[in-house]
């Protein structure tokens, strides 16, 4: 709570930056994609460009994830973020017209590789959606849908195992435990959308998209998904699409900007709240446009 | 604060400031437009009601009575020399017995006065010329019986029968009646005896059709309607829901999928003869199809309702939210998973719909069933779907046109039967959908 308070405070501080900040940075400027050394990046994209149908949505979006950390992507209301957030698991397949080109690595793999299996690579890669979107089904169904598709668990005891797990990691067994046999779209708000983070990480993904998870959520219910993202960033590499500037300053260590399509900057959250290398990054960030 | 700035720059400026109408004159207008839109709704509900209330208590009324028949009891000797002239009383023997004229010798023997034999044939229009059926089926049950005598109830004529239901007026001259004075004495003396009975007409169930009224069931149509229909509904639910699947979920949209679409909307607004001919020309013309069979008549009915069913599972697949879709793609499933696991389940209950309206409509068509020769008329109950049959729709048509007046209160109570069918089908249709919607 108190270091919630901290970042909070940090981000409010931000709105009143001044221009010696900016000064600070273009003293201090440092290639905008590059890895820590001995660090190799989660996923990679390079010169990924996106079009729906004619229209181009993403321009040459180069990127890093770094593994077991939090990336929050930011920017204005279609600037691209939830596009390049899709590419990722190739959700943009089941868009009819969507094309992507360029390189997507998720552990120097190829994500578009033709061979590859995308249902693997979904597995792989989670994802949790903008407004809760439990299945229609008991809250242990919702949970085991996953393992049960891909063989994880090959008895009862094993399921029950995993089931419990995913709850208790996405802080919703105390909860739940009484009412498994219960619809999952019974919940509250805040408890569907943790209820998705363990259907998400039932299937033990490497890495898990965010997208916009607390915007249909209350203030209480949007604290806990954040400490939970806080608390799951030892096991995953999340990466987070969202639209509170105070959000990403909280729970991520990456951010990055977009713009109409491009990747404005990326970088260390702290590094962008406070000293952001582009003009445009400031504007938004001091809240003067978007 | 603001308002006094803005108008009075408004002022200044010289640009009229437009604000919202407030006057009393224009919210009652509003108010009034809102009661009439309503009751213009219920002017319609009010209509179809009528209407359907006048239909059905027009239909009630006609054919209530086809539910009950005239029978005459009579003391029936069962004279061996009619039944059993060989004296055998072997099974065989006893079926082929003459029992009609046992029943005429007991009705005459109540009129001794009648001599003529112009009279005697009036007299005996009295009975149905299967009111020895009753007799045979008591010596078949029991073959001591011939040589006594027994009180039987007997089947009367329809002409009896409608005017024993009040059905023939009495007060309009002889020679406009079917029943002439004489007949008439007679009836009211066999009325006044006590031999006029009512019962329920259970026969009118169970047996076929008949040339005669009161020997006529829709027994066989409603077996034949069920047999087609299962047929109808076995070809073509599987089928319409495996297309409207693959076209919605699976199929690349182009130009192919997209004429593909269009005829499939065509489809559903052709005249049901039409496929009444395909199905001429290509079941009983080409493949040599038994003609009239519930077979033939269900693969037709199953072309009909397929472009109605798969539009509905169109509709249906379509109003699953997407958000289950990415839910399910989100933890790796297949596309096929999707599909199975969560969009059809979700799906089924708008497909079941679509299902019950598809075959609704088929159960009640008969054009497209009378050219591929279910018209005939087929006196018995078709146990297989390859026996001739006929459908409820084609019965009632039948007995419409046929000229006896008891063929009237037929007609109404085959509509009746035909609608008990429907909703009977229809109940059993929602329950299966409620059942499909309680698992989730």
């Known amino acids: 709570m108190a270091r919630a308070a901290h970042k909070a405070q940090l981000t409010a501080d931000d709105g009143k930056m001044d221009t010696s900040g900016m000064v600070l940075t273009n003293a201090n400027v440092k290639p905008a994609v590059a890895p820590r050394p001995g660090e190799e990046p989660k996923m990679m994209s390079r010169q990924v460009n996106v079009f729906y149908g004619q229209k181009q949505a993403l321009f040459n979006v180069d990127l890093d994830i770094p593994s077991r950390q939090v990336t929050a992507l930011i920017g204005p209301s279609g600037c691209g973020k939830s596009t390049y957030l899709r590419c990722l698991n190739r959700m943009n397949d089941v868009i009819d017209g969507c094309r992507v080109t360029g390189d997507i690595r998720l552990d120097g793999e190829n994500v578009y590789d033709p061979k590859l299996d995308v249902v693997m690579l979904r597995a792989r890669i989670g994802m949790v959606f903008q407004k809760p979107n439990p299945f229609p089904k008991s809250i242990y169904d919702n949970i085991a849908y996953g393992p049960r598709i891909h063989g994880m668990a090959h008895d009862k005891a094993e399921m029950d195992e995993i089931v419990q797990t995913s709850l208790e990691r996405a802080g919703l067994w105390n909860e739940a435990k009484d009412r498994l046999a219960q619809p999952g779209t019974g919940l509250s708000g805040g408890q569907q959308q943790r209820l998705c983070i363990a259907r998400a990480i039932a299937v033990s993904p490497e890495v898990i998209l965010m997208d916009e998870p607390c915007s249909a959520l209350d203030p209480i219910a949007t604290a806990r998904i954040e400490e939970l993202i806080d608390e799951l960033r030892e096991n995953y590499t999340i990466i987070i699409v969202t639209h509170s500037m105070q959000q990403a300053a909280r729970v991520s260590q990456k951010t990055a900007f977009f713009h109409l399509g491009v990747l404005v900057e990326w970088g260390d959250t702290e590094q962008i709240f406070t000293a952001p290398r582009d003009e445009r990054t400031q504007g938004y960030i001091t809240g003067r446009f978007g | ?440």
């Open chain 2, 1 to 440: 604060m603001t308002d006094v700035a803005l108008i009075g720059s408004a002022s200044e400026t010289g640009v009229k400031l437009r604000r919202p109408d407030l006057s009393e004159d224009r919210i009652r207008r509003r108010y009034a437009a809102e009661r009439r839109f309503r009751l213009y709704g219920m002017l319609a509900i009010g209509f179809a009601v009528f209407m359907l209330g006048f239909l059905a208590v027009t239909v009630v009324l006609q054919g209530y009575t086809a539910f009950w028949q005239t029978r005459i009891v009579l003391d029936v000797n069962i004279d061996p020399a009619e039944v059993d002239p060989q004296n055998t009383r072997l099974p065989e023997s006893l079926w082929q017995g003459n029992y009609q004229a046992v029943v005429r010798e007991a009705l005459r023997s109540l009129f001794p006065e009648v001599e003529s034999r112009g009279d005697r044939r009036a007299l005996n229009d009295f009975l149905s010329n299967a009111a020895g059926d009753a007799v045979r089926r008591m010596v078949m049950e029991n073959p001591a019986l011939v040589g006594t005598t027994q009180r039987v109830e007997v089947l009367a004529a329809d002409e009896i029968d409608m005017l024993a239901k009040g059905r023939i007026d009495r007060d309009v001259p002889a020679t406009d009646r079917p029943i002439d004075d004489q007949q008439l004495g007679w009836f009211d003396k066999l009325e006044a005896e006590g031999r006029i009975v009512s019962s329920f007409n259970l026969d009118f169930f169970t047996t076929g059709d008949s040339r005669e009224p009161e020997q006529a069931g829709v027994g066989g149509a409603l077996v034949g309607s069920l047999l087609t229909i299962l047929t109808a509904i076995i070809l073509s639910l599987p089928i319409s829901v495996a297309a409207a699947i693959y076209l919605e979920e699976f199929a690349p949209k182009n130009r192919i999928t997209d004429i593909i679409e269009i005829n499939i909307n065509n489809l559903a607004a052709v005249p049901s003869i039409v496929f009444g001919l395909l199905g001429l020309a290509v079941l009983l013309g080409f493949f040599g199809l038994p003609r009239g069979a519930p077979l033939v008549g269900g693969m037709v009915l199953s072309l009909m309702t397929l472009p109605t069913i798969i539009i509905a599972t169109r509709a249906a697949l379509k109003a699953v939210p997407p958000s289950i879709r990415e839910a399910a793609y989100g933890v790796g499933a297949s596309k096929q998973q999707v599909v199975m696991h969560h969009v059809l389940p979700l799906a089924m209950p708008g497909i079941m719909t679509g299902a019950i309206i598809g075959t609704a409509r088929a159960m009640g068509e008969s054009a497209a069933v009378l050219m591929i020769g279910m018209v005939a008329f087929i006196v018995d109950i078709p146990t297989s779907i390859t026996d001739p049959a006929t459908v409820l729709p084609v019965q009632i048509f039948l007995w419409a046109d046929a000229p006896e007046r008891a063929f009237v209160e037929r007609t109404s109570a085959g509509i009746m039967v035909m609608l008990v069918f429907l909703v009977l089908m229809n109940a059993a249709a929602v329950v299966i959908r409620r059942r499909f919607e309680r698992r989730w």
